[in-house]
């Protein structure tokens, strides 16, 4: 399974643009990239996917370039809400079976006013 | 995405007893589902995998013995902490995936209090 990296906190203030990037230098082929979102005592959020370039949907961007080594989760323009903890997580796809995922430290985000 | 439930959402017990924890899955149907377990201020931690009507797979070092997980349905696994001690008070949350998906979709956990 691969491992990621991720840095362990970031701060930012509401309005401005966050980028946090996951490293995972040991990617399968099979694997995708996974970014969840979770509050304090809930279960994690689906945010967004990928498995190479630029995935975009409602809420955020993933930027993922040719060599997968690494991945950046875009939050436009956050708010004190976006507040939480980010994981970046590889998963594979086993036929038939489990699609694990390994979860690392993952990003607290802190946004201030 | 899913709505996956949990039940209940926080029970406290007694050590010695067991507890069963449900996980159902509401809009979809789920081939797969993982529990997943989570100290304070720790990252998630996969228990186990489970295919409908299969037995479960259990990672290293989590007692399959301790911790029976049924897979009945494609809507509903439980988990049941068998002769729960302190130390297995914890954050328990469940994920399910249907066939010919990779997105996950987390049940909101449930807390369980041995004392």
């Known amino acids: 399974l691969a491992k990621t990296t991720q840095p362990i906190s970031m701060d930012s203030y509401e309005g401005q643009e966050v980028n946090i990037t996951c490293s995972h230098n040991n990617i399968a082929t099979n694997d995708y990239i996974t970014w969840y979102q979770q509050f304090p005592s809930q279960g994690p959020r689906f945010i967004i996917q990928?498995?190479?370039t630029k995935v975009t949907n409602e809420v955020a961007s993933l930027f993922i370039p040719a060599d997968r080594k690494s991945s950046t989760l875009s939050l436009p323009r956050v708010s004190l809400s976006d507040t939480a903890v980010y994981y970046c997580?590889?998963?594979?796809?086993?036929?038939?079976?489990?699609?694990?995922?390994?979860f690392g430290t993952g990003t607290q985000l802190k946004v201030e006013l | 995405g899913a709505v996956v439930s949990q039940h209940p959402s926080w029970v406290i017990c007694k050590s010695g007893t067991s507890v069963k924890i449900e996980c159902r899955s509401l809009?979809?149907?789920?081939?797969?589902m993982f529990w997943y377990r989570q100290f304070p201020k720790q990252s998630l931690m996969l228990m186990a995998t489970s295919n409908e009507g299969s037995k479960a797979t259990y990672e290293q070092g989590v007692e399959k013995d301790k911790f029976l997980i049924n897979h009945a349905s494609l809507t509903l696994s439980t988990l049941t902490v068998t002769s729960a001690h302190p130390e297995d008070s914890s954050f328990y949350i469940c994920?399910?995936?249907?066939?010919?998906?990779?997105?996950?979709?987390f049940g909101p956990g449930t807390r369980l209090t041995v004392t």
């Open positions: 997580l590889v998963g594979e796809w086993v036929t038939g079976g489990g699609n694990k995922l390994t």
């Open positions: 990928g498995y190479k």
């Open positions: 809009d979809f149907q789920a081939t797969t």
């Open positions: 994920s399910v995936r249907t066939s010919g998906s990779y997105e996950q979709y």
